[in-house]
């Protein structure tokens, strides 16, 4: 599997990265296990989970992989601090106190002195972003992380911090943002990307296929096995034209290849620029196979474009400024 330097760092990643989302959440150690094995055999490297994945047990079952059957010095371990989940509450506490004693967690749970890459899981609107952005020193001078990036920022923000960083020497410089991306979402490419290729961070894209919707499974339905009936959601939910006309695009480019959706979509999103890593949270060892496949496969120019034009986002301002 290639590897891609993320952003203008030296941190180099695989262009697959292995999402843990479901970790401990639906996907039990011996599945994680059988899906780790591949992603690592295939040549990936970049493996992300989170201290508030399923309360910990996402980062506690990868730590007892690392430690029994993929060598912890074969991967890149990315982990995100500052969100937590109490049923469905949601808390976010981005202080300086809060980010530290997440990553000590975060380092307990995974069995490891350090992570490759340590990123803010989202915005703390009641915390000064210099704080957030201290822990992050705090935590690569001590050792603990080796990079620190950021995630779900917009543009302005991500433009705020990393400028912050780059003010003063001595302060850790941020080499990533890791955002919803996919043929699906693209309004990341309004200022989030723009801002990103500015000040140098690599964009690390989750949810590549738009939870599922892009394998085109819920065209005619939902599946009992899916995601989406999980969750409680029905067809209503994805049946907007606009997203009917990306999925409908996608399979059309699949079936003229010969080919899966998963692999149309991954490799579209793979070539957009400032994408170091596409990471896939594939729950069954199946979804990463099919995702592994992926990357044998480069679109034709036409289709890119074609595609392109179907999901192209409404630029909003200043460019549709009348």
Same mark, same amino acid.
């Given at each position: 599997?290639? !590897?891609?330097?993320?952003?203008?760092?030296?941190?180099?990643?695989?262009?697959?990265?292995?999402?843990?989302?479901?970790?401990?959440?639906?996907?039990?150690?011996?599945?994680?296990?059988?899906?780790?094995?591949?992603?690592?055999?295939?040549?990936?490297?970049?493996?992300? *989970?989170?201290?508030?994945?399923?309360?910990?047990?996402?980062?506690? +079952?990868?730590?007892?992989?690392?430690?029994?059957? /993929?060598?912890?010095?074969?991967?890149?371990?990315?982990?995100?601090?500052? &969100?937590?989940?109490?049923?469905?509450?949601?808390?976010?506490? *981005?202080?300086?106190?809060?980010?530290?004693?997440?990553?000590?967690?975060? !380092?307990?749970?995974?069995?490891?002195? =350090?992570?490759?890459?340590?990123?803010? =899981?989202? @915005?703390? =609107?009641? /915390?000064?972003? #210099? #704080?957030?952005?201290?822990?992050?020193?705090?935590?690569?001078?001590?050792?603990?992380?080796? $990079?620190?990036?950021?995630?779900? $920022?917009?543009?302005?923000? *991500?433009?705020?911090?990393?400028?912050?960083?780059?003010?003063?020497?001595?302060?850790?410089?941020?080499?990533?943002?890791?955002?919803? $991306?996919?043929?699906?979402?693209?309004?990341?490419?309004?200022?989030?990307?723009?801002?990103?290729?500015?000040?140098?961070?690599?964009? &690390?894209?989750?949810? %590549?296929?738009?939870?599922? @919707? &892009?394998?085109?499974? $819920?065209? =005619?339905?939902? %599946?009992?096995?899916?995601?989406?009936?999980?969750?409680?959601?029905?067809?209503?939910?994805?049946?907007?034209?606009?997203?009917?006309?990306?999925?409908?695009?996608?399979? *059309?480019?699949?079936?003229?290849?010969?080919?899966?959706?998963?692999?149309?979509?991954?490799?579209?999103?793979?070539?957009?620029?400032?994408?170091?890593?596409?990471?896939?949270?594939?729950?069954?060892?199946?979804?990463?196979?099919?995702? @592994?496949?992926?990357?044998?496969?480069?679109?034709?120019?036409? +289709?890119?474009?074609? &595609?392109?034009?179907?999901?192209?986002?409404?630029?909003?301002?200043?460019?549709?400024?009348?």
């Amino acid at each position: 599997m290639e !590897l891609r330097a993320l952003g203008r760092s030296g941190l180099k990643v695989s262009r697959l990265g292995l999402g843990t989302m479901t970790w401990g959440a639906g996907t039990d150690p011996d599945e994680a296990a059988a899906i780790l094995v591949a992603f690592h055999d295939a040549g990936g490297t970049l493996v992300d *989970t989170a201290v508030s994945y399923a309360q910990g047990d996402s980062e506690r +079952i990868l730590g007892a992989l690392i430690a029994d059957v /993929v060598p912890r010095s074969e991967l890149l371990l990315a982990s995100k601090a500052g &969100l937590s989940w109490d049923g469905d509450q949601r808390s976010v506490n *981005t202080s300086r106190g809060a980010l530290l004693n997440a990553l000590e967690e975060s !380092l307990t749970n995974l069995g490891v002195d =350090h992570l490759d890459l340590w990123q803010v =899981h989202t @915005v703390d =609107h009641s /915390v000064p972003a #210099e #704080e957030t952005l201290a822990a992050l020193d705090a935590a690569v001078s001590s050792g603990k992380v080796r $990079y620190a990036g950021l995630s779900n $920022y917009p543009g302005w923000r *991500t433009a705020q911090a990393a400028t912050w960083q780059r003010a003063v020497p001595g302060r850790t410089p941020l080499v990533s943002n890791q955002v919803r $991306y996919s043929l699906l979402e693209r309004g990341v490419e309004r200022e989030v990307l723009p801002a990103c290729a500015e000040l140098g961070l690599g964009i &690390l894209a989750y949810s %590549p296929l738009g939870g599922g @919707v &892009l394998t085109g499974k $819920y065209r =005619h339905g939902v %599946p009992s096995d899916s995601r989406g009936a999980a969750q409680g959601r029905s067809l209503a939910s994805y049946s907007d034209s606009r997203q009917v006309g990306i999925v409908e695009a996608v399979a *059309t480019a699949a079936d003229g290849l010969a080919t899966s959706p998963i692999t149309v979509a991954l490799s579209w999103l793979r070539n957009r620029p400032g994408v170091a890593a596409a990471i896939v949270g594939a729950r069954t060892l199946g979804q990463l196979t099919a995702a @592994v496949q992926s990357l044998a496969v480069e679109l034709p120019l036409e +289709i890119q474009l074609a &595609l392109d034009d179907v999901s192209a986002p409404w630029s909003g301002y200043p460019e549709d400024v009348r």
